[in-house]
């Protein structure tokens, strides 16, 4: 069983910044990848970046250069420096991590926070 705990959202203007965090608990394996998404109204969630238990990064277009996914695996958790806030980044912020267990076969499995609301005023 792992909770995860999302903080950091709130209002911004645009260019401003917010950093999000969210923390892991439970049983957690050592091999994993942790991760935003978001979601606006109407809108189908979408990963925003996410990082494995090694460091390595990816973005969605749409944030590169802006947004820093970073994390401390001794701490179990996630964080995501968001830099350069636009308005179109106004969402529902969703921390997850996923997996497989170390069974065969292998299977996935996902948990996710309860949502960060970040929205960015112009």
């Known amino acids: 069983q792992v909770q995860l705990v999302e903080s950091g959202g709130g209002l911004v203007q645009a260019g401003g910044s917010l950093r999000l965090s969210c923390a892991a608990s439970?049983?957690?394996?050592?091999?994993?990848?942790m991760g935003w998404y978001r979601q606006a109204p109407g809108e189908e969630r979408e990963l925003v970046a996410d990082?494995?238990?090694?460091?390595?990064?990816n973005y969605a277009d749409s944030v590169k250069g802006r947004f820093t996914i970073s994390r401390d695996n001794a701490k179990n958790m996630v964080y995501l420096q968001m830099n350069s806030l636009k308005a179109e980044d106004t969402a529902v912020y969703y921390c997850?991590?996923?997996?497989?267990?170390?069974?065969?076969?292998?299977?996935?499995?996902?948990?996710w926070g309860q949502g960060t609301q970040v929205t960015v005023s112009s």
């Open positions: 997850k991590l996923g997996g497989y267990t170390r069974t065969w076969p292998p299977r996935s499995y996902a948990y």
């Open positions: 990082i494995t238990s090694s460091g390595s990064t």
């Open positions: 439970g049983s957690i394996s050592s091999n994993n990848v």
